[in-house]
DNA sequence: AATTTATTCAACCGCAGTTTG
DNA sequence: TCAAACTGCGGTTGAATAAAT
C-alpha cells in the first residue's frame, strides 16, 4: 500500500517538481529562511509564500527524515497525543526529522484507527460539541479546541487563546493559560476507557498548567507497556 | 483483465497570532 | 492605535496507488 510508492511520479497538479525544490533549496541557503512572500518573486519560483514555506519546512531542510516510522516513533507519538491532542507540531518537536504533517499523516491513516473509538470524526461524535452543526465546531480552529485527552475551552477564558508565538517543539502548551487563572474551564475526557465519557470541569485552574508539559509527561514516568495498558490499547505494528 | 473500493500522503485552505509601518 | 502583511498551525482535499471484487 504506502511501499514503493515513488517508483513512478508523472506531473501532478501543484505537485513540487524536482526543479523546483532545487530552485527553493539554493534560494533558502543563500538567503536563510523567512520572507517566504518575497521568495517566489526574488527566485522566480511560481509559488505563493505558503507554499514554498511548506515545502521547504517538510521536504527540503536539513535533517528531515523520511521512510516509516520507528516503533519507538510511534509510542511516542501515541503517548503524546494522549498528552496534547491534535497539537502536532508540538509533537513533532519531539520527533527529530518529522514534520508536524507527517506525524499528522500518521496517526491520522495509522494510528487513529487503532483507537477504541476509531477516527477522530467518530471521537466528535460522542461529545458535547457534535450535536448539530459539527462542521463548525469542530473543524478549522473552533474556539472550542476537543481533544482526545485534554480539551480546553478557549470561550471560557477572557484573555486570548495564546498570547504568544506558538513555538515549535516547545513546552510551553499550557504556558499561555497561566496568564489568567480566574474561569479556565478544563474538559477533561478519556476517549481511551471504552466506558468512561465523564467530563471534568474545573473552575480554577488546575496545577498541572504551572508544569512544563513535556516535564510533566516524562515524570508520568510510564513505561510503554504501563501506558498502552492504562489507554487501553496495544502496541501493534502497522 | 477490468473495474471498483480503500488507503496514503503531499499540498492546499482558512483561520488566528504576530509583526510592521 | 490600527490595518495590512506575514507566518504558522490544524483540518481537509484529491490524485496516485494498492487491494479487492
Redesign the pocket.
Known amino acids: ?17 524536482p526543479e523546483e525544490d532545487l530552485i527553493l533549496k539554493k534560494y533558502v541557503e543563500a538567503h536563510g ?7 517566489s518573486q526574488q527566485s522566480g519560483l511560481k ?5 514554498c ?3 521547504w ?3 527540503l531542510r536539513p535533517n528531515i527524515k ?1 521512510g ?1 516510522m520507528s516503533q519507538e516513533e510511534e509510542d511516542l507519538i501515541i503517548r503524546m497525543h494522549k498528552l ?10 519531539r520527533l527529530p526529522g518529522r ?4 506525524v ?3 496517526w ?3 494510528l487513529n ?1 487503532r483507537s477504541p473509538l476509531g477516527k ?2 467518530h471521537v466528535d461524535s460522542n461529545d458535547h460539541q457534535n450535536d448539530t452543526n459539527s ?1 463548525e465546531t ?6 472550542i ?3 482526545p485527552m485534554l480539551s480546553i475551552d ?1 470561550q471560557k477564558n477572557p484573555t ?10 516547545s513546552t510551553s502548551l499550557l504556558n ?1 493559560l497561566m496568564t489568567d487563572t480566574k474561569s479556565f474551564n478544563y474538559d477533561i475526557e478519556s476517549p481511551f476507557m471504552a466506558t468512561n465519557t465523564s467530563t471534568f470541569v474545573f473552575d480554577d485552574e488546575p496545577l498541572i498548567a504551572y508544569m512544563d508539559s513535556f516535564a510533566l509527561f516524562e515524570g508520568f514516568g510510564y513505561t510503554q507497556g504501563e501506558n498502552y495498558a492504562e489507554l487501553g490499547m496495544q502496541s501493534v505494528s ?1
Open positions: 500500500m504506502e511501499n514503493n510508492r515513488v517508483k513512478k511520479q508523472p506531473p501532478k497538479k501543484n505537485l513540487w517538481k529562511e523567512g520572507n517566504w512572500a518575497t521568495v509559488r505563493g509564500g505558503k507554499s514555506r511548506l515545502r519546512k517538510n521536504y523520511r516509516r496534547l491532542g491534535n497539537r502536532w507540531s508540538l509533537i513533532a518537536g514534520t508536524d504533517n507527517e499528522k499523516n500518521y491520522n491513516t495509522h484507527k477522530r470524526k462542521t469542530t473543524n478549522k480552529k473552533s474556539k479546541h476537543t481533544y478557549t486570548k487563546e495564546s498570547n504568544g508565538k506558538k513555538e515549535e517543539g499561555p502497522p
